[in-house]
């Protein structure tokens, strides 16, 4: 009996760095696909960020069909200009999966380094060494946010089959189902 195989795309959303991380699992296997990052601090226009976004992930997921997507939710910081940024910038990765029927799980950060690290508290860096060590990735790309997007992917391989605390939402018609107080009539 062969094992279903399928692709996660891990999303760490970002207006300066947006990173993006894919694995593809078999059964309890699990394969580093690509490493990747959409450096966004060169454009000054912030709608042109956004549109870049949607068009590099529409990219991921047109090269490498993912069977699902996992993406971190923003944290609440003290600066709500960029959390609003952010928020925007998730969404629009999150639009661009839904566009396309993928299925989509949101992780706290801290949700994220407790699954790969053991520790909710975990630095960037420590997260990056342990996927190192999971993965065995020769070499950590310069900038983290890149192995923040695969974290997000591994912590969905990690979580896939338990009871997810996150949100989910398979499509427009989910994410409506779920959002109905959101929606204008």
Sequence with gaps: MSQK??????????????????????????????????????????YLKLQKIFEHTIGLIEAHHPDEIAIEAPFFGKNVQSML????????????GLSRQIPITE????????????????SKEQVAKMLQSILTLKKLPDNLDA?????????????????????????????????ESRVKK
């Design 107 to 122: 992780y706290s950060p801290k949700k994220i380094k407790m699954a790969i690290t053991g520790n909710g508290s975990a």
């Design 85 to 96: 940024k952010l928020g925007r910038a998730q969404g629009v990765a999150m639009a661009a």
């Design 147 to 179: 192995t923040d997007g695969l974290a997000a992917a591994v912590c969905h391989f990690y979580n896939s089959g338990k009871i997810v605390s996150g949100k989910s939402y398979s499509g427009w018609d989910a994410f409506v189902k779920q959002n």
């Design 5 to 46: 195989e399928r692709i996660i795309l891990g999303i760490d959303p970002g207006t300066t760095i947006m990173g993006f991380g894919l694995i593809k699992c078999v059964g309890s296997d699990m394969k580093i696909i690509q490493l990747d990052e959409l450096i966004l601090k060169k454009y000054s226009d912030h």
